[in-house]
């Protein structure tokens, strides 16, 4: 019985205003990095077999906040971001008017983006990466994995059975921790979206001119944490 714990990145300084995408050279900033710190500070008492990591920059700093003190992080290209292609660096709130978004939003199973990655290639490559660490690890491993919000969420819609048109209905914040037990017949969801801050369930403020946020549409690539707002809101 293989347990998951995945580990979203911290914030950058775009996180939920800038599709990153596979942009190289983004840290956390101090936020992120305080987030980082405390995630690892929840996780320091778990024996973690290993601590596996996407390899990009912002997954690796919150991955070597948790493997402190234990071996280094093992990276698996399996785990990065979704490659979105022309998208990547863009605005959110710019997206949002491309005919595509409404597309992602209700039938991302059909999405390939521009020069990039289907949604479902990134499903079958990271959930493909999961099963093949059970086997490394072995059936009793406990380990880590610090990858991205749309990567874990097709993770967490394959545990849950669902299809992958339904994986928006999942939120994944910056530095919470989804806990995931593989056994022999099914996947048992332990822990979703866990952060321990019990306001990111609040409802999302008015938008400008008082007019209260509608929310619907999920943030691609994962947001910066809390109720999703639209699009606009987080340009």
Not at 104 to 112: F, G, L, M, T
Request: charged share 20%.
């Amino acid at each position: 019985m293989s347990t998951v714990l995945f580990v979203r990145h911290g914030l950058t300084a775009v996180t939920g205003s800038t599709l990153l995408g596979w942009t190289p050279g983004v840290p956390l900033d101090e936020r992120g990095e305080a987030q980082a710190e405390a995630v690892a500070r929840r996780l320091a008492g778990l024996p973690l077999a290993a601590v596996v990591t996407s390899p990009l920059e912002r997954c690796r700093q919150t991955a070597e906040a948790i493997a402190a003190g234990r071996a280094a992080p093992l990276v698996d290209e399996r785990f990065g971001e979704c490659g979105y292609g022309e998208w990547t660096g863009r605005k959110l709130s710019e997206l949002a008017k491309e005919p595509l978004w409404r597309v992602v939003q209700s039938h991302p199973s059909a999405v390939r983006f521009p020069g990039g990655e289907s949604m479902t290639e990134v499903a079958h490559r990271a959930v493909g990466a999961v099963r093949a660490w059970n086997a490394e690890l072995g059936a009793d491993a406990v380990y880590a994995v610090c990858s991205h919000g749309d990567v874990i969420k097709a993770i967490v819609a394959d545990a849950l059975g669902l299809h992958l048109d339904q994986f928006q209905r999942i939120q994944i914040d910056p530095c919470s921790v989804t806990a995931v037990r593989y056994t022999e017949l099914r996947p048992f969801v332990l822990r979703l979206n866990d952060t321990d801050d019990l306001a990111a369930v609040l409802p999302p403020p008015p938008a400008e001119g008082g007019e209260a946020a509608e929310g619907s549409d999920a943030v691609v690539g994962g947001g910066a944490g809390g109720p999703a707002a639209p699009p606009s809101s987080t340009g």
